[in-house]
């Protein structure tokens, strides 16, 4: 059976500048793709199926706008991981459960301290095991309690408020979350008995795979104003924390898949590969996962909330009292579709922006920004590896003009899960990280192996060239001190 | 269901998809849903002890083989289920019914090693030639 992904991109590519590369229209693209990246970059991208997918997306009914891929980009189900895809409902555009992936809201938030590296390094290993005790985290790790039916309902209609509701965290987080949080469109009614069964123990936990909670400090300013704005400072200590809707994300877009698969054949719309099964924006099968997916974004922001509850617990603990305030920096979706209203052609436009390995990159004057934010344009946070670094971005002018306010999300995988593991065969990661000065606990071996920083591509050529295209300003770069990885 | 044929499983970068092969289409989805097993836990083979009955549906063969493995996937999201074999009463174009038998996974004899997310529809194949029926599916984990 031929293997497609081993392929070179079969799709022309035509270098615009320094960052970006056209794949101009062909066959049944309804719009060319456009794609930011490097040269060093484009070289990895080529060699997997990325370039066709976007080429894929671009046949899609309606869309608006050419299909984007960020520097990040990899092969992904259907629609590549690093993809962005707009489209009209106005001209028969649809919504893709494919366009926005299983982990329906994966996202990251950031916290920041005013502790100081120092201190912080002096008790990391203590501070990574309370964490490791407090937070679950792991395979299918669920809480000590279930929430019952109305529960999981009120925290599907409210998101991230219900948590500040129930004690996690205060009303100020609330405005440093994108979206305030909490998905408007969501419809709890259109989410499964089998997907709230899953939510029901899962609220509040880490996950497993690329997930994780990283206690970290800025180790270099790019940009010291908008850094001051965002609370960052040299040497102080920051934490990360990457997950998502767990399993009721997972079984929302598994549930709909078939019923997506069914609309496009009504509506006789092609598709290139199964798995960006769609329907038209404003038919019901397309409200319905509208309604059901914002349901489970409001999940993810609840787990994040929740979680950096937890994070600050263990703090005031570890630290005393007023001596350890987590301020939230941000927190935001990497996988998600929403209705934003963007200016195609000098005329506004309300499109359904799927961004898949994605992140909104919003600039500064943006309404959709809280006061806090609206000089700054809004903070970017994108993870890298467990041993290297990540960063802090600012949202452009850039990103909204070109790629609907979105930029990269992340480094990409540049290694299977198994060569990975038979990279880290027989050697001793613990210690490893240790000796660089990073704390790791993790759930199995096998978790840890599974993410070593050589699997993942370098962050920082992926940040350098959203910041040489201009769909994102580099504001700071932070280090890992220790890792609780899933 | 005999356990004619076979399956192999193929690491991608962000991925793990398997292939299966078997003289007739119910041994193909057995052997599917046998290799997806083989990605979720190791240890000893998953004995037949309990028996939950399945039915699945889809728009075309490819559809139904993955709404096949949705479900047995669900089993053991929802109870811990380890694939062992199936009876099929009912196999058509687009629509089985049957029991998939199997047991729960029990740490002294078996070690749970991935968490798959999802099956998904991504290059999906289905190839139904007569005495030899291959497919290939690509699993989100």
Known sequence: MPHERGAPAAHQLERLDDFRWRIPRQGAMRTDGLVFASEALMGSIRGDQSVTQVANVATLPGIVGPSIGMPDIHWGYGFAIGGVAAFDPAQGGVVSPGGVGFDINCGVRLLTSDLSRSAVTQRISSLMDELAAEIPSGMGRGTRDKLGPSEVTAVLREGAAWAVEQGFGTPADLDRIEGGGRLAGADPRQVSARALDRGRAQLGTVGSGNHFVEVGYVSEIYDSALAEAFGLALDRVTVFIHTGSRGLGYQVCDDYLPVMLQAARAHGIELPDKQLACAPLGTPEADRYLGAMSAAANYAFANRQMLAHRVREVFQRSFGPGRAELRLLYDVAHNIAKMEEHVVDGRKRRLCVHRKGATRAFPPGHPELPPVYRETGQPVLIPGDMGRYSYVLAGTEGALRESFGSTCHGAGRAMSRKAARQRAQGRSLEREFREQGIEVRGATFATIAEEIPEAYKDVAEVVDAVHGAGIGRKVAQLRPLGVLKG | ?141
Not at chain 2, 66 to 71: E, I, M, P, S
Not at chain 2, 105 to 121: D, Q
């Open chain 2, 1 to 141: 269901m005999s356990c004619e044929g076979w399956f192999r499983v193929i690491d991608h970068t962000a991925d793990v998809a398997i292939e299966a092969g078997a003289p007739d289409l119910p041994a193909l989805f057995d052997r599917c849903a046998a290799g997806m097993t083989s990605l979720i836990a190791e240890g000893e083979p998953p004995r037949p002890l309990a028996e939950h009955p399945i039915t699945a549906e889809g728009g075309d063969r490819p559809e139904l083989l993955v709404d096949f493995l949705r479900q047995v996937l669900w089993l053991h999201v929802s109870d811990g289920f380890l694939y062992a074999g199936v009876r099929f009463d009912r196999f058509e174009p687009t629509a089985l019914s049957g029991a998939v038998r199997g047991e729960s996974a029990a740490p002294a004899r078996h070690v749970l090693v991935r968490e798959i997310k999802a099956v998904t529809y991504h290059a999906l194949e289905v190839d139904e030639t007569p005495g030899q029926c291959r497919a290939r599916v690509v699993f989100d984990v």
